[in-house]
């Protein structure tokens, strides 16, 4: 690299006693020299705060307790020209920071982010499931910062980016009213800017998925409901690949009215999905070398998509159903 520039890493925190250690270790023994950790507590209730206080880092408080106040409150306080956005449920590969500032020196991109590779924490077929339609198309669509690849590729948006701290100035900040997909938000903004956001696949994040399914209904269920719900706060706060659960929600529920009628139309449609659903799981289950998973498999798909699309309806709902900004 032609300069090594202080990295900021910003750590929005609130009881992460499991894994914010964890988190932590991995990114101080990262082979990028200049950085300095910000973690941006949330009033942790737990054990989180006297853990990070542990380590060489600084700890800001986020009385608010929501990420986009706490990302903002890291940014006005880094003194890095390069700012990454870290998650505390998340460990990074030793080359994480350094390559996706090559990228970035080498004037590359002006954002650049890692692979994110999801593993479970148990090793029962359950969590081993839930990992594995986090980390296949079926499960998670065109979100491609999850999907195996090697190629350097251009894309909408990154997980535990690395900014250009100029960005902030030119865009603003994240938009506090968004309490989730924040990030897809300002990534859509900064790219209508003329930002180029580049997902750099040796750069390796390793996220620890939830290993029951009514946390996994209740995540989707949040990040479906303000993928529409933010268009009250915000004028582009998700991509068209981000309706799809809403619309196969409406075809479900329109099905349940007009299938008699109509199931021409319908048997097709959910033909396809069946196939796509059974042939998902085969895949995976046969990568895991685990056969009950593709029982949990055939069942996670469904309620992955089904919670999301449920989340969005209600999400279109209450904007036009709730006045105001």
């Given at each position: 690299?032609?300069?090594?520039?202080?990295?900021?890493?910003?750590?929005?925190?609130?009881?992460?006693?499991?894994?914010?250690?964890?988190?932590?270790n991995s990114i101080i023994e990262n082979d990028y020299p200049e950085?300095?950790?910000?973690?941006?507590?949330?009033?942790?209730?737990d054990n989180t705060r006297q853990l990070v206080e542990k380590y060489p880092v600084r700890v800001i408080d986020n009385p608010d307790k929501y990420t986009p106040q706490a990302l903002n409150k890291g940014i006005r306080n880094a003194t890095g020209k390069i700012i990454m956005i870290a998650g505390a449920h998340t460990i990074y590969s030793k080359n994480y920071i350094s390559s996706c500032v090559r990228r970035i020196v080498e004037d590359k991109c002006d954002i650049a982010g890692g692979q994110v590779l999801t593993i479970c924490r148990?090793?029962?077929?359950?969590?081993?499931?839930?990992?594995?339609?986090?980390?296949?198309?079926f499960g998670i669509g065109g979100a491609k910062y999850r999907l195996q690849g090697n190629k350097e590729v251009f894309v909408d948006t990154v997980a535990y980016g690395l900014y250009k701290k100029e960005l902030f100035e030119k865009a603003g900040l994240f938009n506090e009213k968004l309490i989730r997909n924040q990030d897809i938000e300002?990534?859509?903004?900064l790219k209508k800017l003329g930002a180029r956001i580049l997902l750099v696949p040796e750069a390796k994040a390793y996220y620890y998925a939830r290993n029951n399914i009514s946390s996994l209904v209740r995540n989707n269920f949040e990040n479906g409901f303000w993928v529409?719900?933010?268009?009250?706060?915000?004028?582009?706060?998700?991509?068209?690949?981000?309706?799809?659960?809403?619309f196969f929600v409406l075809f479900l529920i329109s099905m349940i009215f007009m299938f008699s009628i109509l199931k021409w139309l319908y048997l097709p449609v959910l033909i396809l999905y069946v196939f796509l659903d059974f042939f998902s799981a085969i895949q995976i289950a046969r990568n895991l070398k685990d056969v009950m998973?593709?029982?949990?498999?055939?069942?996670?798909?469904?309620?992955?998509?089904?919670?999301?699309?449920?989340?969005?309806?209600?999400?279109?709902?209450?904007?036009?159903?709730?006045?105001?900004?």
């Open positions: 690299m032609r300069e090594v520039p202080l990295v900021s890493i910003i750590i929005p925190t609130r009881n992460e006693e499991k894994f914010i250690e964890k988190c932590l950085k300095e950790i910000i973690v941006v507590d949330g009033m942790s209730d148990t090793n029962t077929s359950k969590s081993k499931a839930i990992a594995g339609i986090l980390s296949h198309p300002m990534n859509l903004r529409l719900f933010g268009r009250k706060f915000a004028e582009t706060p998700f991509s068209i690949r981000h309706l799809v659960p809403f998973s593709f029982f949990w498999l055939i069942i996670l798909f469904p309620i992955l998509h089904i919670s999301y699309g449920i989340g969005s309806l209600c999400g279109a709902l209450s904007f036009f159903l709730k006045p105001g900004k």
